[in-house]
């Protein structure tokens, strides 16, 4: 694909540096997408969410939530498939819906990308203070120190090879996975191995509660496509990236079932309900006296999330890259590292304010807080976005002469399954503040769609070249 830099004057400057294309195989797209996910993240702080709506059912939400993104899964593969660029969801969105959509769909994903990055540094900071308390640690070290130590070590990981990087998240996710488990492994044999048949029956489980379940279990899953934002980068990218986005979601998917259950039924004979624990891997460490565990899984839990925080550092950083390149940015963020190929501009522009955001906000309020919100923040972004690939997919088709009976079925399913999660976010209402948080939202789209046509006034030719460029063949 073409990313001819817009110049206002006669002259075009030369070109930037590009990124390293070919350098990613599927192992590294696959990573990207499992770390920002994030098992470890619903294992140890979701699941209990969930429970509180599905209870004995909640092993089923994950299982019907999987399958519902499935279908967003298929339809951005019609494009994953056909064609690749860096940002992809942004070029995506643009070859189907025309570059004014494409631009707003780039803006709605920094949003998602830059709150579930400061999702992972507050769950970095909450384990990692309980990790050195388990060390006999106690010194009180202000939360910005740990954003800020997160912060400085993913940039310069980031910035200096995203093979390193990529890969890096994947062996961190994995130790962590495996941790979780190994743990899980404990809780089902250690009383010999029993069907919990109150969980299969779903014994107590409501329709609504399931609806509402299926909620927090799709936001659990998101995340899944940040593999089409290294499509720039990515080797034989027709075929790996359609089978990062597929089989990211199925693995996560199928852990968070088997977790689910674990969950459930170890805490079935606790003294304290599942939705009532703050750290449920540690309780279930307890009850089945194994509480050397704990330590693993919080060593685990807190390089997860450092890994979570770099994979939405790589995915903002590619959004930033090309939309920059298109003027709708300042020029200096389209440019690559001269000797690392890496989008060095963008990726330190996006981490300072993946570190500012939380840093002021926790002299306001405790890290817990700010985690849930970051992560509610986001989920209202992933939707819009998923929405406009519904939509975005069969117009794409159509264009190409390739839209079949088939594919519009699979886009349909996708805006139906997408509903359930947005009526769940509205109703019932959810309390203050969180009851503002659509508005917060809406609020940065106006602005998005202002600062689109500020630029458009500057570069009166801007939309002309984006949807040119948009259709060139990758």
Not at 29 to 47: C, D, E, K, R
Not at 97 to 105: A, Y
Not at 153 to 169: E, G, P
Not at 383 to 405: E, H, N, Q, S, W
Request: glycine fraction near 8%; include cysteine.
């Amino acid at each position: 694909m073409s990313y001819t830099e817009i110049q206002p004057a006669a002259a075009a400057a030369p070109p930037p540096a590009g990124l390293r294309a070919g350098a990613l195989g599927f192992p590294a797209l696959l990573a990207q997408s499992v770390a920002l996910i994030s098992p470890t993240m619903t294992a140890a702080l979701i699941i209990p969410l969930a429970f509180a709506s599905a209870g004995s059912g909640t092993w089923m939400a994950y299982l019907f939530g999987t399958g519902m993104l499935l279908f967003v899964a298929f339809n951005l593969n019609q494009f994953a498939r056909r064609s690749t660029s860096p940002g992809s969801m942004y070029a995506y969105v643009g070859r189907g819906l025309g570059p004014v959509s494409g631009v707003l769909s780039g803006w709605t994903l920094l949003w998602c990308y830059l709150f579930i990055g400061i999702a992972g540094m507050t769950g970095f900071t909450i384990f990692g203070r309980e990790l050195l308390s388990l060390m006999g640690i106690h010194t009180a070290i202000p939360s910005v120190v740990f954003f800020v130590v997160l912060g400085a070590i993913a940039w310069a990981l980031a910035v200096k090879d995203v093979r390193l990087s990529s890969m890096l998240t994947l062996a961190l996710e994995g130790i962590s996975v495996l941790c979780i488990l190994a743990l899980a492994v404990v809780v089902v044999f250690a009383h010999g191995i029993h069907v919990d048949t109150a969980q299969l029956s779903l014994h107590g489980t409501s329709a609504r509660g399931m609806s509402l379940a299926v909620v927090a279990c799709i936001f659990s899953l998101v995340g899944f496509e940040s593999a089409t934002a290294l499509g720039g980068e990515a080797r034989n990218p027709l075929r790996n990236i359609p089978r990062a986005v597929v089989w990211s979601l199925v693995i996560a998917g199928l852990f968070f079932v088997v977790m689910s259950y674990v969950e459930v039924y170890g805490t079935r004979n606790s003294s304290a309900t599942l939705d009532t624990l703050a750290m449920p891997l540690n309780t279930l460490a307890d009850l089945e006296s194994v509480g050397y565990f704990k330590f693993p899984i919080d060593l685990g839990a807190t390089i997860s999330f450092f890994a979570l925080s770099l994979s939405c550092l790589n995915a903002g950083a590619r959004l930033i890259y090309p939309m920059a390149r298109h003027s709708l940015f300042p020029a200096p963020l389209g440019k690559a590292h001269a000797a690392n190929a890496t989008p060095a501009p963008a990726l330190t522009a996006y981490i300072v304010l993946m570190v500012a955001v939380p840093a002021i906000s926790s002299s306001q309020t405790d890290v817990l807080t700010i985690f849930n919100d970051a992560g509610t923040l986001a989920a209202f972004g992933f939707l819009l976005a998923y929405f406009m690939i519904a939509v975005a997919a069969p117009m794409y088709l159509r264009k190409l002469g390739d839209l079949t009976r088939r594919a519009t079925l699979i886009s349909a399913l996708a805006f139906v399954f997408l509903l359930v999660p947005t009526i769940g976010s509205f109703y019932p209402l959810p309390p203050w503040p969180i009851n503002l948080f659509p508005y917060l939202f809406l609020t940065y789209l106006l602005l998005g769609a202002a600062w689109l046509y500020l630029s458009t006034r500057r570069h009166p030719g801007i939309l002309t070249q984006i949807e040119t460029d948009l259709e060139s063949p990758a």
